[in-house]
């Protein structure tokens, strides 16, 4: 699946199913609390803290997805057509960046 077909997908699904989407406010609250859900995961399945009972059956691909969800949904609000916005970051991570990472010791 493309990101604009994942953009129109959200969108058919936002008007037929979820009824109309939440301001942009409320979708920005709510993606932090989806990041904070992923960072959660992370933090005690990789990182150092250790894992509570109640976390380990997370899936860390559905709490990924939902991030994503909501992202998708901040850019069809705001009229951000994310197959554009990527290629465009791409290319402009790639011109500042063709040398620098080759070029860093720490990652030798």
Avoid at 11 to 16: P, S, V
Wanted: aromatic share 6%.
């Amino acid at each position: 699946m493309s990101l604009q077909e994942a953009q129109e997908q959200v969108d058919q699904w936002i008007t037929t199913t979820g009824v109309r989407y939440f301001n942009e406010l409320t979708n920005m609250a709510i993606l932090t609390e989806e990041v904070g859900e992923v960072a959660r995961i992370m933090a005690r399945r990789y990182g150092e803290q250790s894992e509570k009972e109640s976390d380990k059956g997370k899936d860390l691909g559905d709490e990924m997805a939902d991030v994503l969800w909501v992202l998708i949904c901040l850019a069809n609000q705001t009229g951000v057509n994310l197959t554009e916005a990527f290629e465009k970051n791409l290319a402009k991570k790639t011109a500042r960046d063709k040398d620098r990472h080759k070029n860093n010791p720490k990652l030798q």
